[in-house]
C-alpha cells in the first residue's frame, strides 16, 4: 500500500530547522524499524513543508510512523492513501 504523509513544520521544527535534513535521515529508518518503506522524499514551498512517499503493508504500520514521528514535536502531519496507475484501472474496472 502506498501513503503518502504531508508535513508541516511546527514552531519546535522551524526553529531547529538546520536539524531538519538529519531529521529526514532519522525519519527514514524510523519507518523502516517500524516496517514501512520511504520511496521518496521532497521539501516542499506551499500549504506544506514535506512530503514523503511510503509503502507498507498495512495502515497500521503507517499509523504508527507519523504518531511515533509526530510524538518528536517537530511536524504535524496528514496521511492519504495512494492507489498507482494500475490499482486504480482495476478499481475502475470491477465498478457494477
Do not use: W
Amino acid at each position: 500500500m502506498n501513503h503518502i504523509i504531508l508535513l508541516k513544520y511546527t514552531d519546535q521544527g522551524i526553529k531547529n530547522i538546520k536539524e531538519s535534513p538529519n531529521r529526514v535521515k532519522k525519519a527514514k529508518e524510523l519507518f523502516h524499524k517500524l516496517g514501512a518503506e520511504v520511496k521518496d522524499f521532497y521539501f516542499l514551498m506551499g500549504q506544506y513543508d514535506l512530503l514523503f512517499i511510503v509503502q507498507a503493508s498495512n495502515d497500521t504500520v503507517i499509523a504508527e510512523c507519523v504518531l511515533a514521528l509526530g510524538s518528536l514535536g517537530n511536524v504535524r502531519s496528514e496521511t492519504l492513501l495512494a492507489f498507482n496507475e494500475s490499482e486504480f484501472s482495476k478499481i475502475c474496472s470491477d465498478l457494477p
